[in-house]
């Protein structure tokens, strides 16, 4: 049995699985802190925790010691910064953190080149601004980092003890060269980063230790298991999917949101904020939009009605479209297609009229257009596909999925087992790196379980045509 551990941002998800069927699964919550306007961060430790529970919760119905092998995978970009003794310097801060706006435009004037070194161009999401921050807000932190990992790495150290990270999630730091796969160490010295702080590179299938006596003790799994290096949460998405060959592509759905069309060969298009990654398997790469915001939206104004996610979309489904307002879904700013951290959420179009079910139709419309936004944003790059697969939480909803198609004109596939996702990618990767599974097994796709033909509908045309504008009005207000 393999095991597949995602450490998300909402929670740790742990799945079983021989490759193929997910016998068990798992997930323990996380919460974000946000001690400052802007700032999002977790404790890593809080992270392990997580992970110790999700085990002890599979350990329930299935025996640990079948495990055979373990992959990662996880929420990208999230700086987290070690001393000497691996200890954690500060909390983590995450890809939707928004304070190093500054460092962005600094690193960029230093380094003009670096969008197609890094395939994309400087957002405060990412890894290295990060690092330029604590250099100038934080210079006692600065001054003891010794390491610094990406949040499924850090329960790799945990689990085996090693300082390793994949291609994919190291693509992520804009400290990666896509094109050669390795560090960039121009990149690093304009990021006030030393370029021996980083952790070594493998892809994904590669084993990079195996678990130590203290982890097995702590998780309850056994001694000296294999642990492959994994991927960043989009690409063992991808992984999932049998998205490891050119000309496959998928949408997810989590609390970020990506568009994601793999490759042979690395296309840059910085302009558009376009990601141009390297795979986690090797001479892959891919294009991905990348949207902030993603399903998030609907779970924050479930928070504020004091319902459920479920219960927004169902809402949404009633509400009489002729009377929706328009909904600006950016409560973090965004990065696909319009790399704007400065812009944020709201509703236009409110009447005295309006009720609880408007305004979740129009939030779950947002949704729909941010991907509509993010098609757009690939031109030519994305037509051909035969159809676009879905996974994460958000492709549970029928409703949501037949919005993505109408405002996007894909034809989406929402697969068997699609809410699995990153952790059963995951899985397969730790397949790969025991021997079970050779890298093309990688590719096989899943079988879809529901079909969601676009529909031409002029009411969602005219709404999206009304978003955009929208954000066209409002983007120069600070």
């Given at each position: 049995?393999?095991?597949?551990?995602?450490?998300?941002?909402?929670?740790?998800?742990?799945?079983?699985?021989?490759?193929?069927?997910?016998?068990?699964?798992?997930?323990?919550?996380?919460?974000?802190q946000?001690?400052?306007?802007?700032?999002?961060?977790?404790?890593?430790?809080?992270?392990?925790?997580?992970?110790?529970?999700?085990?002890?919760?599979?350990?329930?119905t299935?025996?640990?010691?079948?495990?055979?092998?373990?992959?990662?995978?996880?929420?990208?970009h999230?700086?987290?910064?070690l001393?000497?003794?691996?200890?954690?310097?500060?909390?983590?801060?995450?890809?939707?953190?928004?304070?190093?706006?500054?460092?962005?435009?600094?690193?960029?004037?230093?380094?003009?080149?670096?969008?197609?070194i890094?395939?994309?161009?400087?957002?405060?999401?990412?890894?290295?601004?990060?690092?330029?921050?604590?250099?100038?807000?934080?210079p006692?932190?600065?001054?003891?980092i010794?390491h610094?990992?990406?949040p499924?790495d850090?329960?790799?150290?945990r689990?085996?003890?090693?300082?390793?990270?994949?291609?994919?999630?190291?693509?992520?730091?804009?400290?990666?060269?896509?094109?050669?796969?390795?560090?960039?160490?121009?990149?690093?010295?304009?990021?006030?980063?030393?370029?021996?702080?980083?952790?070594?590179?493998?892809?994904?299938?590669?084993?990079?230790?195996?678990?130590?006596?203290?982890?097995?003790?702590?998780?309850?799994?056994?001694?000296?298991?294999?642990?492959?290096?994994?991927?960043?949460?989009?690409?063992?998405?991808?992984?999932?999917?049998?998205?490891t060959?050119?000309?496959?592509?998928?949408?997810?759905l989590?609390?970020?949101?990506?568009l994601f069309?793999?490759?042979?060969?690395?296309?840059?298009?910085?302009?558009?904020?376009?990601?141009?990654?390297?795979?986690?398997?090797?001479?892959?790469?891919?294009?991905?939009?990348?949207?902030?915001?993603?399903?998030?939206?609907?779970?924050?104004?479930?928070?504020?009605?004091?319902i459920?996610?479920?219960?927004?979309?169902?809402?949404?489904?009633?509400?009489?479209?002729?009377?929706v307002?328009?909904?600006?879904?950016y409560?973090?700013?965004?990065?696909?297609?319009?790399?704007?951290?400065?812009?944020?959420?709201?509703?236009?179009?409110?009447?005295?009229?309006?009720?609880?079910?408007?305004?979740?139709?129009?939030?779950?419309?947002?949704?729909?257009?941010?991907?509509?936004?993010?098609?757009?944003?690939?031109?030519?790059?994305?037509?051909?596909?035969p159809?676009?697969?879905?996974?994460?939480?958000?492709?549970?909803?029928?409703?949501?999925?037949?919005?993505?198609?109408n405002?996007?004109g894909?034809?989406?596939?929402?697969?068997?087992?699609?809410d699995?996702?990153?952790a059963?990618?995951?899985?397969?990767?730790?397949?790969?790196?025991?021997?079970?599974?050779?890298?093309?097994?990688?590719?096989?796709?899943?079988?879809?379980?529901?079909?969601?033909?676009?529909?031409?509908?002029?009411?969602?045309?005219?709404?999206?045509?009304?978003?955009?504008?929208?954000?066209?009005?409002?983007?120069t207000?600070?």
């Open positions: 049995m393999f095991l597949g551990i995602d450490i998300g941002t909402s929670a740790v998800k742990v799945i079983c699985t021989d490759g193929t069927a997910i016998h068990a699964s798992a997930s323990a919550d996380l919460t974000v946000s001690p400052q306007s802007g700032w999002s961060e977790q404790d890593p430790h809080a992270w392990w925790a997580a992970t110790c529970t999700a085990l002890a919760e599979i350990g329930q299935r025996s640990l010691s079948e495990v055979t092998a373990i992959g990662l995978s996880g929420q990208m999230g700086a987290v910064l001393d000497s003794a691996h200890q954690v310097l500060r909390p983590a801060i995450l890809w939707n953190d928004s304070r190093s706006i500054e460092e962005c435009a600094r690193l960029q004037e230093a380094l003009p080149e670096i969008g197609t890094a395939g994309v161009l400087p957002l405060p999401g990412f890894t290295a601004p990060k690092l330029m921050w604590v250099a100038r807000q934080e006692e932190v600065h001054a003891r010794a610094v990992l990406l499924k850090y329960i790799g150290l689990l085996h003890g090693g300082l390793a990270t994949d291609r994919s999630d190291a693509a992520g730091t804009l400290w990666l060269d896509q094109a050669a796969r390795e560090w960039s160490g121009a990149v690093a010295e304009a990021s006030d980063t030393y370029l021996g702080w980083l952790p070594r590179l493998a892809d994904g299938h590669e084993v990079v230790g195996q678990l130590t006596a203290t982890a097995a003790t702590a998780t309850g799994l056994p001694a000296d298991v294999p642990v492959v290096a994994g991927g960043g949460d989009a690409a063992t998405g991808a992984v999932s999917l049998g998205a060959e050119p000309g496959r592509g998928f949408i997810s989590g609390t970020s949101g990506q069309v793999a490759g042979d060969a690395y296309h840059p298009n910085p302009a558009k904020f376009v990601h141009a990654f390297a795979h986690t398997v090797p001479g892959r790469w891919y294009q991905m939009a990348a949207m902030l915001n993603g399903a998030r939206p609907i779970a924050w104004l479930a928070g504020q009605l004091g459920s996610a479920g219960e927004v979309v169902a809402l949404a489904e009633r509400a009489d479209a002729a009377r307002p328009i909904f600006l879904p409560l973090t700013g965004e990065r696909s297609p319009h790399g704007d951290p400065h812009i944020r959420a709201g509703f236009f179009g409110l009447e005295d009229s309006t009720e609880r079910a408007d305004l979740c139709r129009a939030v779950v419309e947002a949704v729909a257009f941010t991907f509509a936004d993010a098609v757009e944003s690939f031109g030519d790059s994305i037509t051909g596909l159809h676009l697969a879905a996974i994460g939480g958000g492709s549970r909803s029928p409703f949501l999925l037949q919005l993505i198609a405002a996007t894909q034809r989406i596939g929402r697969t068997v087992g699609s699995a996702g990153p059963l990618g995951a899985a397969r990767l730790a397949a790969c790196g025991a021997g079970a599974m050779s890298l093309s097994d990688l590719a096989q796709e899943p079988d879809i379980a529901d079909w969601f033909e676009p529909k031409r509908v002029p009411e969602l045309e005219d709404r999206l045509r009304r978003y955009r504008a929208l954000y066209q009005a409002l983007k207000l600070r």
